[in-house]
């Protein structure tokens, strides 16, 4: 089977191990991952000169690190990273909307996680600024998918600017379902793109209820702007209980908290 662009981004055991023991640990030294994996100090320097290209780690003289706590992501690293937790998050998203409603659906990884399963849900109006949203949500039965437009940014093919923003004003929505890049102990919700925070924030003024979905990792990061406070969210729905600090501006009956389906 040819390659395809998406198994450029994939993992290996190997891969996959070293960005876990990074992010636990903070810092590890190519000595140290040599001899706990039984490879040479050569391979793992490859594994690590890789991941630090895709935007999982950086690298380090003698070892990896975390990145750094403003450090963006690439597209690709989030595409590749936990799909399974963003599944659970975008299934238990999709289980808060009720067919018939009409939705606001951000750009992002975990928002196309939500997309995928939305599909079987029937009678929707779904307005996204996302291509890859609108991709998955093409055909599906009974949904109505109306694309922002606006001025292109990004290798995920948002739409931003007065054009998208026209469009999601012209609308009154039940429910704006957002993602971030990070959620501070404080509840500040953080991003970097002020164009697409300026598209979340009019999306939750048209919109009825506003739900956050965000996976474990955005608790441990920051960016560059506020986009919101977690007063202003009914919903967090995030796959593992947030810092203390958080769950208790939040309180329990506005987190969900995505559990593991088995076999799925």
């Known amino acids: 089977m040819p390659a395809t662009a998406a198994d450029d981004t994939a993992l290996n055991e190997r891969q996959a191990r070293i960005v876990a023991r990074v992010e636990s640990q903070g810092f590890v030294t190519i000595e140290t991952l040599a001899k706990d994996f039984e490879v040479s100090t050569q391979t793992v320097r490859r594994e690590i000169i890789r991941l630090d290209e895709l935007g999982f780690i950086q690298r380090f003289h003698g070892g990896a690190g975390r990145l750094g706590s403003g450090e963006r992501l690439s597209y690709e690293a989030k595409q590749a990273r936990d799909t399974d937790l963003k599944a659970r998050i975008g299934r238990a998203m999709a289980a808060q909307i009720q067919p018939g409603q009409a ?84 509840g500040s919700v953080l991003d970097f793109d002020p164009d697409k925070i300026a598209l979340k924030v009019r999306a939750m003024e048209v919109s009825r209820q506003k739900a956050l979905i965000a996976d474990h990792g955005k608790f441990s990061r920051s960016a560059l702007s506020q986009l919101a406070s977690l007063d202003a969210f009914d919903l967090l729905v995030t796959d593992a209980r947030p810092p203390v600090a958080i769950s208790k501006l939040l309180g329990a009956n506005r987190l969900d908290i995505a559990s593991h389906t088995p076999g799925s």
């Open 103 to 186: 939705i606001f659906l951000d750009v992002g990884t975990t928002a196309e996680a939500t997309a995928k399963a939305l599909v079987d849900k029937g009678r929707l109006t779904v307005i996204t600024p996302s291509a890859a949203n609108a991709r998955i949500l093409a055909g599906a039965p009974g949904i109505d998918t109306i694309l922002t437009g606006g001025r292109i940014v990004g290798p995920d093919i948002s739409m931003v600017g007065p054009i998208a923003l026209k469009t999601v004003s012209s609308y009154r929505l039940d429910w704006a379902v957002i993602a971030c890049s990070a959620i501070e102990e404080d």
